[in-house]
């Protein structure tokens, strides 16, 4: 934003950081190696034996998917599912476990599964010779806040494939971790705060303000951190805000340019009567006047004679035209204010 904009706003801005542990963590499955039973696992059917059931070796307890007896029928299909909550929508997160084909019994020299994760990942999964539990590894972008993981057989015979040690965890967060943003007022302004738990490659934030939600202007750009695992505190007061309903709410701008936008904060200000404000001055075209009265506001020059102004209404006062006034000081007066007038410069 260029110094005219932030003037004519009257922009004060503050940036504070708190040096508080702000590191982004995974979502932990419930009893991911089956020791427990079904704990965490009982929303699907499930089969969970010890490995040497399964033409493994040892007591450890792995889980079974295939298409059990019935292979007319997906009823009675083994399957595996947990549904995960605490996830940072538009974070990448890295789903891991351990899988192998079944060696006992007639189980197909290849069996194949499909894992799928809500709508965000869909894939097939596919195991053949000997008892071999190799790690798979798969990546989905969270688009909610919970997500549902399943595990589904591709054949309906009732031997297939086998699973142990489920994780989760975070395989790229977000570029900045939003952790709130607020906006309230004080006295005649309108203070922002907003904290980030982590940042990456953050160029900063552009602070923007509407009165209708559909047109929206910056009124500050705010330099982020860069990168940062630590939480760091924003604040920005708009010195000069509108009269009225008006919503404010950030842009958080990577380095790279690319942008994600916060959600929207509503204000209401009511009519402001205590005090004449006028932006920008000087001025060469347009003069704002904060008032509740548009019609008491006058344009006086040096010798106190009335000039003639063309006037429109706009939110919290007037907006004033004196492009055609020779260069000079001059003063605006309001009978509707305590403070009845203020002393302008046309360049």
Same mark, same amino acid.
């Given at each position: 934003?260029?110094?005219?904009?932030? @003037?004519?706003?009257? *922009?004060?801005?503050?940036? =504070?950081?708190?040096?508080? $542990? #702000?590191?982004?963590?995974?979502?932990?499955? +419930?009893?991911?190696?089956?020791?427990?039973?079904?704990?965490?696992w009982s929303g699907c059917p499930l089969e969970i034996n010890s490995a040497s059931v399964y033409g493994g070796t040892g007591s450890n307890q792995v889980a079974e998917v295939d298409g059990h007896i019935n292979a007319a029928s997906t009823a009675d299909d083994r399957m595996l599912c947990q549904t995960l909550?605490?996830?940072?929508? @538009?974070?990448?997160? *890295?789903?891991?476990?351990? =899988?192998?084909?079944?060696? $006992? #019994?007639?189980?197909?020299?290849?069996?194949? +599964?499909?894992?799928?994760?809500?709508?965000?990942?869909?894939?097939?999964?596919?195991?053949?010779?000997?008892?071999?539990?190799?790690?798979?590894?798969?990546?989905?972008?969270?688009?909610?806040?919970?997500?549902?993981?399943?595990?589904?057989?591709?054949?309906?015979?009732?031997?297939?494939?086998?699973?142990?040690?489920?994780?989760?965890?975070?395989?790229?967060?977000?570029?900045?971790?939003?952790?709130?943003?607020?906006?309230?007022?004080?006295?005649?302004?309108?203070?922002?705060?907003?904290?980030?738990?982590?940042?990456?490659?953050?160029?900063?934030?552009?602070?923007?303000?509407?009165?209708?939600?559909?047109?929206?202007?910056?009124?500050?750009?705010?330099?982020?951190?860069?990168?940062?695992?630590?939480?760091?505190?924003?604040?920005?007061?708009?010195?000069?805000?509108?009269?009225?309903?008006?919503?404010?709410r950030l842009q958080q701008i990577d380095e790279d340019g690319s942008a994600e936008i916060t959600a929207v904060q509503a204000i209401h200000l009511g009519l402001y009567g205590t005090a004449l404000s006028i932006w920008p001055n000087p001025t060469t075209s347009l003069l704002h006047v904060r008032t509740n009265?548009?019609?008491?506001?006058?344009?006086?020059?040096?010798?106190?004679?009335?000039?003639?102004?063309?006037?429109?209404?706009?939110?919290?006062?007037?907006?004033?035209?004196?492009?055609?006034?020779?260069?000079?000081?001059?003063?605006?007066?309001?009978?509707?204010?305590?403070?009845?007038?203020?002393?302008?410069?046309?360049?």
């Amino acid at each position: 934003m260029d110094q005219t904009l932030k @003037g004519s706003l009257g *922009l004060s801005l503050l940036l =504070a950081a708190v040096s508080i $542990s #702000g590191m982004c963590v995974g979502q932990s499955f +419930v009893n991911p190696g089956f020791e427990s039973g079904s704990t965490g696992w009982s929303g699907c059917p499930l089969e969970i034996n010890s490995a040497s059931v399964y033409g493994g070796t040892g007591s450890n307890q792995v889980a079974e998917v295939d298409g059990h007896i019935n292979a007319a029928s997906t009823a009675d299909d083994r399957m595996l599912c947990q549904t995960l909550t605490g996830f940072t929508v @538009g974070a990448i997160y *890295l789903l891991e476990f351990d =899988a192998t084909r079944r060696q $006992s #019994g007639g189980t197909p020299a290849s069996v194949s +599964v499909t894992v799928q994760v809500d709508d965000v990942l869909y894939t097939e999964v596919t195991r053949t010779g000997g008892w071999n539990m190799v790690r798979e590894q798969l990546t989905f972008t969270a688009q909610s806040t919970s997500h549902t993981l399943s595990i589904t057989p591709n054949f309906t015979v009732s031997l297939g494939m086998l699973f142990d040690d489920f994780d989760i965890s975070v395989a790229s967060p977000l570029p900045v971790q939003m952790l709130h943003f607020d906006a309230r007022t004080e006295d005649d302004h309108v203070r922002l705060d907003w904290a980030t738990g982590s940042e990456q490659n953050n160029a900063g934030f552009s602070v923007e303000r509407s009165t209708d939600l559909d047109q929206w202007e910056q009124i500050a750009f705010v330099q982020g951190a860069g990168n940062s695992q630590h939480t760091i505190n924003y604040q920005a007061v708009d010195d000069r805000p509108i009269q009225g309903s008006s919503y404010y709410r950030l842009q958080q701008i990577d380095e790279d340019g690319s942008a994600e936008i916060t959600a929207v904060q509503a204000i209401h200000l009511g009519l402001y009567g205590t005090a004449l404000s006028i932006w920008p001055n000087p001025t060469t075209s347009l003069l704002h006047v904060r008032t509740n009265d548009p019609g008491s506001v006058q344009v006086l020059n040096a010798l106190g004679q009335r000039m003639t102004a063309k006037q429109r209404q706009e939110q919290g006062g007037v907006e004033l035209r004196v492009a055609h006034l020779p260069p000079g000081q001059y003063v605006v007066r309001s009978s509707a204010a305590a403070e009845r007038s203020v002393h302008f410069i046309k360049e």
